[in-house]
């Protein structure tokens, strides 16, 4: 039972374009959502996140999206750069205060 | 910011032997930490919750027996697979909650099992 989603196992984009990643989501109780970075060989780092009582959320060049009605988030990046690219992971918390994550999503940026 | 550092990084052992994973907190004391197990293209799947001083915590389907997690300080918790067999092969990863409840992630170790 996968309630966290991400659909899109890989993206590409071009340097200066934006880069849009989308995660989709089952449980309505999940009260905060959150992005991860992850470059090989590291583990996920903190990148924004987003309260389920707001919509949007920006941070610099990163902005997330939240859709309560259709469960869904994205992240956008823009402008894109080189050094973006790596998976990005989303999560959502749930009502016990656990993280679940979606499978991630690899973005390339090329230059 | 905040440091989560495991080791070993890497490692290959032979079915039926026992490997331990150290996950170490280097500037700031977790008294929860998270044990996550990561199959190739898929989502991390938390394993189970660390609590210094007390018996972790397991999710649903993993067995306790297996995959021991003891927590004896502030800074430390490993994670020891017991008679690893080839399937135990993953990607583990740990995460140490920080003061702000903010999650700070090791670098993961990935186990191969011959």
């Known amino acids: 039972d996968q309630q966290v989603k991400q659909n899109s196992p890989s993206l590409s984009v071009q340097e200066g374009r934006i880069s849009i990643l989308n995660c989709d989501y089952t449980?309505?109780?999940?009260?905060?959502f959150l992005w991860y970075k992850k470059y090989p060989a590291e583990g996920p780092t903190f990148l924004i996140s987003?309260?389920?009582?707001?919509d949007k959320n920006e941070d610099g060049r990163f902005t997330v999206f939240l859709n309560k009605s259709a469960k869904h988030l994205s992240l956008h990046i823009v402008p894109s750069q080189p050094g973006d690219s790596a998976v990005y992971f989303c999560?959502?918390?749930?009502?016990?205060?656990?993280?679940?994550f979606g499978q991630g999503t690899e973005l390339s940026v090329k230059p | 910011g905040a440091v989560v550092s495991q080791h070993p990084s890497w490692v290959i052992c032979k079915s039926g032997t026992s490997v331990k994973i150290e996950c170490r907190s280097l500037?700031?004391?977790?008294?929860?930490m998270f044990w996550y197990r990561q199959f190739p293209k898929q989502s991390l799947m938390l394993m189970a919750t660390?609590?210094?001083?007390?018996?972790?915590?397991?999710e649903q389907g993993v067995e306790k027996d297996k995959f021991l997690i003891n927590h004896a300080s502030l800074t430390l918790s490993t994670l020891t697979v017991t008679s690893a067999h080839p399937e135990d092969s993953s990607f583990y990863i740990c995460?140490?909650?920080?003061?702000?409840?903010?999650?700070?992630f090791g670098e993961g170790s990935r186990l191969t099992v011959l």
């Open positions: 995460s140490a909650k920080g003061t702000t409840g903010e999650l700070f």
């Open positions: 449980n309505s109780m999940f009260d905060y």
């Open positions: 987003i309260s389920s009582i707001k």
């Open positions: 999560a959502a918390r749930n009502q016990g205060g656990k993280l679940i």
């Open positions: 500037d700031f004391q977790a008294t929860t």
């Open positions: 660390s609590n210094e001083g007390s018996k972790a915590t397991y």
